[in-house]
């Protein structure tokens, strides 16, 4: 398989709670990539939590972070690459991720994503008295550009080794 992908990296996408960062580490272990998170190195280069990015910086400037990391990211080589919910919304990440690598859409049914989600209170976006309605609402946006992805994988409910797998098998 890596010979098949030469030098291009695999890049998760989808949304929170789609299993983006634990299918992500499984992947490269089995393919024998680095794996890199793309949340984890936007809060080492900010030298602080995505919350507090989001409550001091605000959204825009995180998005602003988060482009800047993938197009870095991108550049040092093959690798499993897990980003944020929101970075395949960014038209110039879409083009940067085709021109360097292979996209994956983890799709997930709402009532998948949120129990994920719950498990785990740290993002910013879904801090509100409706986190559902938010998903919702994100899911219908978000769908239609996250299908641009190269690949879709069903991030079913249960053991990620199956999509880990699954994604094997597809590419
Ligand atoms: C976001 C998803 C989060 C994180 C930030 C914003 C989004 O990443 O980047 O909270 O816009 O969907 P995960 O998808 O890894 O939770």
Do not use: C
Not at 9 to 19: D, E, H, K, P, Q
Not at 107 to 118: G, I, N, T
Not at 162 to 171: C, D, M
Request: proline share 5%.
């Amino acid at each position: 398989i890596s010979r098949r992908l030469g030098v291009r990296s695999i890049v998760l996408v989808g949304l929170m709670g789609a299993g983006k960062s634990t299918v992500g580490r499984r992947l490269a272990q089995k393919l024998g990539l680095p794996f890199r998170d793309a949340d984890n190195e936007i809060e080492a280069a900010a030298g602080m939590s995505i919350p507090d990015i989001f409550a001091i910086h605000g959204e825009a400037h995180f998005r602003d972070g988060e482009r800047r990391v993938i197009a870095r990211l991108l550049q040092e080589g093959p690798m499993v690459l897990a980003t944020g919910g929101g970075a395949f919304m960014n038209e110039e990440t879409r083009v940067r991720v085709a021109e360097n690598g292979i996209s994956i859409w983890l799709r997930a049914d709402l009532d998948v994503l949120m129990r994920r989600v719950r498990k785990r209170a740290t993002r910013p976006l879904l801090q509100n008295p409706d986190p559902e309605g938010t998903m919702r609402q994100l899911m219908d946006k978000r769908h239609p550009v996250y299908a641009q992805a190269n690949l879709t994988v069903e991030s079913h409910e249960g053991p990620h080794d199956r999509v880990v797998a699954e994604i094997i098998k597809a590419l």
